[in-house]
């Protein structure tokens, strides 16, 4: 069974600093990974989608790499800023479900 | 376009009542799938459907049924609600199976409370 953590469980940052958000999984034999967005009340947002052929995907202010061998993943976000305050989920895929990590809670202190 | 529509957003139950989470795409999707959240474990996955017709389990699918009559919509009935059931449930959709690709839309969520 794929098991999916996310550390630290939160985070808080002072604006302009750069963001650094970790996850690890157990079986290597994925499909892709994705990094999603939550803010309170509301659904998942998908950030970045890396495919397991690829080692990572840019996206504006964000970068997301991906490292099958070591069950690894890090989401990168650059010069935060207050608006990135939000619950960071990573998700990895295999044919027909995605697995979750229960999720960094991050705080951008303006 | 509204995407993917979840309804009920809060619903409180008693034991022992049962109920229908709505979901509805209006993206053509085949895919959809329904997830609950509970705080500290992430996103589990309850029941899916890969086309109108076909369903299948998940993760965790005691205590719930599910029926996909048209590609819209795909709806989660609780049977006999449980404390236990009470979470946040999340139905998403993707063009096609959600782990194998392509982005999958998720609903804003339905807060259920069983007392």
């Given at each position: 069974k794929q098991e999916v953590t996310q550390i630290p469980a939160a985070l808080s940052v002072p604006e302009g600093e750069n963001l650094v958000l970790n996850c690890s999984f157990t079986d290597s034999a994925i499909y892709n990974l994705q990094w999603f967005r939550q803010d309170p009340g509301k659904g998942l947002t998908s950030l970045l989608l890396i495919q397991s052929s690829q080692r990572e995907q840019t996206?504006?202010?964000?970068?997301?790499?991906?490292?099958?061998?070591?069950?690894?993943?890090?989401?990168?976000?650059?010069?935060s800023q207050p608006g990135d305050s939000a619950t960071y989920l990573c998700a990895v895929g295999n044919d027909y479900k995605l697995s979750f990590g229960a999720g960094t809670t991050v705080t951008v202190r303006a | 376009n509204a995407g993917v529509t979840q309804t009920p957003k809060f619903q409180v139950l008693k034991t022992g009542q049962s109920m229908t989470l709505q979901c509805a795409q209006d993206m053509n999707h085949e895919y959809m799938s329904w997830y609950?959240?509970?705080?500290?474990?992430?996103?589990?996955?309850?029941?899916?459907?890969?086309?109108?017709?076909?369903?299948?389990?998940?993760?965790?699918?005691?205590?719930?049924?599910?029926?996909?009559?048209?590609?819209?919509?795909?709806?989660?009935?609780?049977?006999?609600?449980?404390?236990?059931?009470?979470?946040?449930?999340?139905?998403?959709?993707?063009?096609?199976?959600?782990?194998?690709?392509?982005?999958?839309?998720?609903?804003?969520?339905?807060?259920?409370?069983?007392?």
């Open positions: 996206s504006g202010r964000l970068n997301a790499s991906l490292d099958k061998s070591s069950g690894r993943s890090t989401l990168y976000i650059a010069a | 609950r959240q509970d705080p500290g474990m992430g996103l589990r996955l309850i029941h899916y459907s890969v086309g109108a017709g076909i369903t299948d389990q998940g993760e965790v699918p005691n205590g719930y049924n599910v029926s996909r009559s048209t590609t819209e919509d795909f709806p989660l009935r609780l049977l006999s609600a449980a404390p236990s059931q009470t979470s946040v449930y999340f139905c998403a959709s993707s063009y096609s199976r959600g782990g194998a690709g392509n982005t999958i839309y998720f609903g804003e969520g339905s807060w259920l409370t069983v007392v």
